[in-house]
Structure formats: C-alpha cells, structure tokens
C-alpha cells in the first residue's frame, strides 16, 4: 500500500520562507511522478508543482513562478516544495500527491493516484 506524508507546514510572515516535505512509501522499483497541489478556505484545490522520477523535468502554475522550487531526493522517497517569499495569498492546505503516470499525462488533467492529508501553511501580513 502506497502511503504520502507531508510535513513542513506551519505559520509564517509575508517574506518568509517554508520547505515542504513529502515522503512516500513505494517499492524501490517504483517510479512516481509527485506533485504538489494546495487548497485555500472557499477555493478548490489547485495545482502548485510537479517533479519527474528523475528530477530532470518539473513545472509550476505561473502563481508561484520564481518563488517556489520542486526538489526531490529518490534515496529518500522525498519530495520537496522550497517556497521563498511567501504571500498571504499563499495561504492553503498543500498537498503532495503521486501517480505513476508520466509528467505530461498527470498535467493533461491533473488526476494522481495517491495523495497525503495535507499540511497547512499561513502566511501572516
């Protein structure tokens, strides 16, 4: 069974900076696509960042653009969601999810196969 679980989230001021951390528990044969997604009080869930297996292709929305880096270290099945001057409208649950799709398949209409519970982050003004 294939478990996600962030970490990371917590309270920050506009400017600050947060590292999210998404582990996830797989064969080591297994290679997972894993993204990032967040979702803000009254809003729906939208697509943050996506990294391949490798770490040779990744993709943000245009929101976070210069400001949120995806990293991800295989030795660990880890993923990681740098976010540097945050906003307060980077205010969210953030999840990580996983799929074994390709990068392209998961971006043509953002269905993953395996998400965590979510981890919160606020950032104050």
Do not use: H
């Not at 947060?18 to 009080?41: E, H, N």
């Amino acid at each position: 069974q294939v478990q996600v679980v962030e970490s990371g989230g917590g309270l920050v001021q506009a400017g600050g900076s947060l590292r999210l951390s998404c582990t996830i528990s797989r064969r080591t044969y297994d290679r997972f696509v894993m993204a990032w997604f967040r979702q803000a009080p009254g809003k729906e869930r939208e697509f943050v960042s996506i990294i391949s297996w490798s770490g040779g292709y990744s993709n943000y929305a245009d929101s976070v653009k210069g400001r949120f880096t995806i990293s991800r270290t295989n030795a660990q099945n880890t993923a990681y969601l740098q976010m540097n001057s945050l906003k307060p409208e980077d205010t969210a649950v953030y999840y990580c999810a996983a799929t074994l799709r390709t990068p392209a398949q998961a971006l043509s209409d953002l269905r993953f196969d395996y998400w965590g519970q979510g981890t919160q982050v606020t950032v104050s003004s």
